[in-house]
């Protein structure tokens, strides 16, 4: 039938052969089992002896299958005048299916739909009236398998040989495919990496597992997927870029109608062990070229990847956070069973979505658990700027702003201003702050301490007045002056804050005193012949100087020497106790505080009564040295005018 | 809305160039090609002044009679070109300027994906539908 225009239903319906092949036999299984099965009571007076007409019930059931939403129904059987005759003969039906297929393929159901060309339309039948797919030659542009969803049943392998036989049983049966039935195994056995193979099996066995599944589940879904096994090699022959339809299930279960692109618990487990293979930090990114690397082991084409890349990365930052990477892979796991890719990202696989539909405290106690075994394992510099992302984000909250951090980082890192990401709002406010405090005490271990770190610990520690121990450190950097001040800051900070800033001039006035000494004389001889002329005082200078000098090399063996039991140890005292001070503060805990601020009175009073003590002798000295020098001074002037002359 | 829309690489070779389909696409890539040189002009009419203080938008290249050409160049020197139809006298220069940022911004997010090895072609399905968006609807 070129033109079957018999009806006056509309426009002229040019079919082409495989369509028409399609149709023909669409109808007669819909005739047939009309007469077969009992007719509506509508129906017998319709079956009209001239047109063989297919009856409403099975033809319902077919456009059920068809899994367009009910109202587009409704308007492809009003348009396609079956409601106006009042049955279904061929011209309506096919219309029919030439208006569903298009509304398939996302066109507008028109009337002036059907004059376009168009793939064929897709029913899934429940698996009783057995599985009956319709699909295309080569040429795919858009008909693909509908599966209502990946399911991932990895455990039941149950039927598994079984499943290949309905398969095989079933694909000789689908008029247009051809393709063998042992290509899907040979497909899938595909060798990859070892990140590859392990889901290449669990797919192998997830979709002949996938019929028990959707069996046992799909009592309103009719599903089935024969498709996908048989239709990779078809796909691999032909490198497409191909555009899915919007499936709109009948399931009215879900919130989100595009089932495929759901991921369940077991992907995403291994979705994550895979993002921890290659970054251990788990709400860090993986960079592009890792991902690259990774994505490519998956034997998808370039553009294929470019393509998935485009949909999963968000916020298009050139790296991946882990919902990113969870939409990714799935997308690739999806593809490479077959599922065509969607032309935007399905709100399932959106990252806020992501972030939002699965518990963080799953994620974290998931994440957590592994934390340890995975950082043992890890390869620390694997990203370049991994720690400084990790840093920063010990700061922010994991669940309402990773794409704030996302963000943060991204301005750090890469410096491009992006269009704030929408941000998602926390379900459970709670778990993340119990993530938080999870995640940052185990990550202030492993990763370098930031000063972000550092104020969190000193924020988590009220007492601690934070630029205490900067005094402290800059006193002596070797002592941890941290803990003997902490915890004793309200009681001890009258009194041992005074001590180390008293220490240090301790030690200066017996040195001070020696250079001020080694002055003092060369001043004061210059005083006394300023008179006279510059030249003697010149010369005097050098004559008191070493006077003075070993004046001072005596003072310091007489500081040794006469001082002997007392002054060594009391310059070693002074020099000591300071040490000695800051040792026993430094040693004892609070409890001793006063013990200690005891015995460093004591030593500071020692220390002074030697002091004390050292500047009277030294003054004595200078003195002596005073009149040592006017004495000489007087032999010269007695002697000068005799030179002169 | 623009007629065509041309992105050319550093080297001058097309790295995306896509035109309203019409019957003589072939005088829009000449007239891209030709236009590159008074982008070069432009380019090196600074001299010695740096980079930065040079403008990203490099406006009204040529008019033609049907015709009007403008350009904008990267930093990376990559160069996009439009042209538009003369006789839309609506397009203020204004909106020719955000066109060509939101052409930037696309390619640099075509850029961030790290399938996309520079020099190649431009496939992006979102750069494509952004481009769409921006040139003259033929129905």
Redesign the interface.
Known sequence: MEAAGGGGSGPPLLLSDAEQQCYSELFARCARTAAVGPALPSEPARALPSTVTAAAGPVADLFRASQLPAETLHLITELCGAKRVGYFGPTQFYVALKLIAAAQSGLPVRIESIKCESPLPRFMMSKNDGEVRLGTPAELHGTKAQIPYLTTDKNAFKRADDGDKQQETQSPTMSPLASPPSSPPHYQRVPLSHGYSKLRSSTEQMQPASYEARQSLAQTEGTSSGGPGAKPPRLQATLIRSFSVERDPHDSSSHYPDEPWRITEEQREYYINQFRSLQPDPSSFISGSVAKNFFTKSKLSIPELSYIWELSDADCDGALTLPEFCAAFHLIVARKNGYPLPEGLPPTLQPEYLQAAFPKSKWECALFDSYSESMSGSQQPRDSHWSEKTSVKDMADFSVSTQDVTLDDKQASINTTDDASPKDVSEDPATPKDSNSLKARPRSRSYSSTSIEEAMKRGEDPPTPPPRPQKTHSRASSLDLNKVFQPSVPAVKSGSLPQPPALPPRPCPSQSEQPAEAEVPPQSSRAPSQASESSPTKKDIPYSQPPSKPIRRKFKPENQTPENQELPPTVGGPASAPSMKLHPTVQKQSSKQKKAIQTAIRKNKEANAVLTRLNSELQQQLKEVHQERIALENQLEQLRPVTVL | MAVCIAVIAKENYPLYIRSVPTENELKFHYMVHTSLDVVDEKISALGKALVDQRELYLGLLYPTEDHKVYGYVTNSKVKFVMVVDSSNTALRDNEIRSMFRKLHNSY??VM?????NPGDRI????FDNMVTAMMIQVC
């Not at chain 2, 496939?123 to 979102?126: K, Q």
């Open positions: 640099t997010d961030c994906n790290p399938f996309y496939h992006s399905r979102a």
